[in-house]
């Protein structure tokens, strides 16, 4: 007999907000291996990655890669995150304000319609359309 543990990202769109500030919701659960925290939870959510969907084009924009590969912080973050939840599923909420977001090359027009949707770990996130809007996607 197996244990199914939901797992994975998913993400969410209040359509009552202003459109002039649109904001994601969203919350990752994974199965965290004591003494794994650290990798898992050091970089969430600023490496989570961003794909928009232009409905009306069909182009699909990615957000900027903001992965680090070493910690500034020195060895004593390493005692910090191992004092977190482990040998379970761990869920994170986070938030995101589209248009705080970079994205690499992205149109220079705002985008009317779209979809988005995120991934970070290697999981996608479900698909969220946001219809009748204007973002102009943020570039360096």
């Known amino acids: 007999m197996f244990l199914e543990i939901p797992q994975g990202l998913v ?4 359509g009552n907000v202003q459109r002039t500030q649109i904001e994601i919701h969203g919350t990752y659960n994974t199965f965290v291996n004591c003494g794994s925290q650290y990798a898992i939870w050091h970089q969430f959510p600023s490496a989570i990655r961003y794909a928009i969907k232009d409905i009306d084009s069909g182009e699909i924009y990615m957000s900027i890669n903001n992965e680090l590969s070493i910690s500034p912080s020195g060895n004593q973050i390493y ?11 761990v ?5 995101m304000i589209l ?21 970070y770990y290697n999981t996608r996130s479900n698909a969220v359309k946001i219809l009748n809007t204007s973002l102009l996607l943020k570039s360096f």
Not at 79 to 89: D, F, L, N, Q, W
Not at 91 to 95: D, R, Y
């Open 11 to 14: 993400i969410s769109f209040d």
């Open 79 to 89: 005692e910090a995150y191992s004092k977190k939840e482990c040998g379970k599923v």
């Open 91 to 95: 869920s994170e909420s986070f938030s």
């Open 99 to 119: 248009s705080d977001i970079y994205f690499v090359s992205p149109p220079k027009t705002p985008i009317k319609n779209l979809e988005i949707s995120c991934s």
